[in-house]
């Protein structure tokens, strides 16, 4: 199982310094399926193709009004989910996809979401939701009000909310997938109370209780998928029929337990049509009921992930996926604590450019989801926000990424990809090798203050990426 760290414990605590919990995931099942277009690059990265000598690329044209694709880049994101305390305003408004808990809205005074919208105007902010895992206890209602309301918890401490809502065996053992919490029976089968089954009344309760509060662009929809992983028991009965259904009877797309995440999405969707819907898990993007996928430590090998399955899916279900256009993707990185060195520069650049294939949104966190991070290519070395502009080629299919390198994307072979913007060039080699790449015409390093060393603002015809690293370059004259 793979290891994803997100916020959980924290709410049997109401602010007590350094009491922060995260969730790790431990088993991981994954393997390549259909929902992964044919061509892709993998397969660019194991074919040898001669390195072309790249041309200039033309001028990208201006974006119309309210075209879909108008932020520019690079889009830069936060994964926040410390309970005790928000950074400042100006610390979250460097970003452009901001994700906290949701029940922030009751914390803070709407005063501090309107100066966040006012220091950056591109800034969307997404309330963070978990209807999967039930806690044993929670701190004081003041602090949990929209926790209190989907759990039923009285002023004592004392849990209303249904056992049979809950999941268990035909024995009665709980089903879990974090420590001291019980896992949701979120099947279509679960029983119904008052008329609904528990994915209902979730999802009403994310329109009533959530996004009610008036403060959001979106809903973060976590432990969101067709399965999930890190279930403690593979048998469990989900229609209180006293038998336990197997494994591959409950999870998988068209099964119970997907077939209630859909039924959960079409109420989400359909009470709040504008919201933006992101789930964090292995989710089909169905009938454009979500607006995208987060992936959580996209690409990153120390993580226990496949770098190139997840970039290829990444681009795969960016740019083809059945999800509301234009659509909202989202990667998420940690990179250890207060990263400086050298090595954790690089990995900074490759997750970055890996993102950047696309037209997601990077978050890089510290040690923790409690620790944003920041680096020079997310603004440029103080450029700012968007300072490469538009990409020539927006959306790009992973067939185009697979392709030799033209018209501003592809591939230069060997495992070494380019795309294009208005202001300047990425560049991504996942190759085990270092490689060097010819350019068409000078580029100029940025001149950053945190790694000088890379962004050292030198005019550049030539350049060599190391092994899994990744490069922003300017125009000289954009």
């Known amino acids: 199982m793979r290891q994803v760290t997100r916020c959980r414990r924290a709410c049997q605590a109401d602010s007590v310094p350094g009491i922060l919990a995260f969730r790790r995931f431990g088993r991981f099942r994954f393997a390549l399926t259909a929902a992964i277009a044919a061509v892709g690059l993998i397969a660019a990265c194991s074919t040898p193709v001669e390195e072309p000598q790249a041309p200039a690329p033309a001028p990208a044209p201006a974006p119309a009004p309210g075209d879909p694709h108008s932020l520019t880049f690079p889009r830069t994101a936060t994964y926040f989910l410390n309970q005790q305390e928000l950074p400042s305003v100006d610390e979250l408004a460097r970003y452009d996809v901001v994700v906290i808990d949701n029940e922030w809205a009751n914390r803070k005074p709407r005063e501090y979401f309107d100066e966040l919208r006012h220091a950056n105007p591109r800034l969307r902010l997404f309330a963070y939701v978990n209807v999967v895992d039930h806690p044993d206890q929670l701190g004081s209602e003041a602090y949990w009000a929209n926790r209190y ?45 008052n008329g609904q089954v528990f994915a209902e009344y979730a999802a009403n309760w994310v329109v009533d209780d959530v996004w009610s509060a008036g403060v959001w662009d979106g809903i973060f929809l976590d432990v969101w998928g067709d399965r999930i992983y890190s279930a403690n028991r593979d048998h469990w009965d989900i229609d209180s029929d006293g038998t ?18 859909n039924l959960a999405e079409q109420i989400i969707r359909q009470r709040i049509p504008d919201a933006i819907l992101i789930a964090n898990g292995d989710r089909t993007l169905l009938a454009q009921q979500l607006d995208g996928r987060a992936w959580e430590k996209f690409a990153d090998p120390r993580a226990d992930r496949n770098p190139m399955f997840d970039i290829e899916q990444y681009a795969s279900l960016t740019a083809e996926g059945d999800h509301r256009m234009p659509g909202l993707a989202m990667t998420i990185d940690r990179l250890g604590p207060a990263p400086h060195s050298a090595p954790d520069f690089q990995r900074a650049r490759y997750f970055l450019a890996a993102t950047l294939l696309q037209d997601g949104f990077w978050a890089p966190m510290g040690a923790d989801y409690d620790e944003p991070a920041y680096f020079d290519e997310m603004d440029g070395g103080g450029l700012g926000s968007g300072y490469l502009g538009h990409p020539l080629v927006a959306n790009p299919s992973p067939a185009a990424l697979n392709d030799p390198y033209a018209d501003g994307v592809g591939s230069l072979g060997h495992g070494l990809f380019r795309r294009d ?31 000088p060393s890379t962004n050292n603002g030198a005019t550049v015809t030539s350049v060599t990426l190391q092994p899994s690293d990744g490069l922003v370059l300017l125009r000289e004259n954009p």
């Open 149 to 193: 309301a989907l759990w039923q918890y009285d002023q004592n401490g004392e849990s209303a909310f249904p056992d049979s809502w809950l999941a268990h065996t035909m024995d009665g053992a709980p089903v879990s997938e974090w420590p001291e919490s019980t896992m949701t029976n979120l099947t279509d089968q679960a029983p119904r109370i």
């Open 244 to 261: 336990d259904e197997p494994d591959d009877a409950i999870y998988g797309f068209g099964n119970p337990w997907e077939r209630g995440v």
């Open 421 to 451: 913007f208005e202001h300047g060039i990425v560049l991504l080699n996942t190759d085990g090798k270092a490689r060097e790449v010819q350019l068409e015409t000078p580029f100029r390093r940025l001149h950053g203050s945190l790694d």
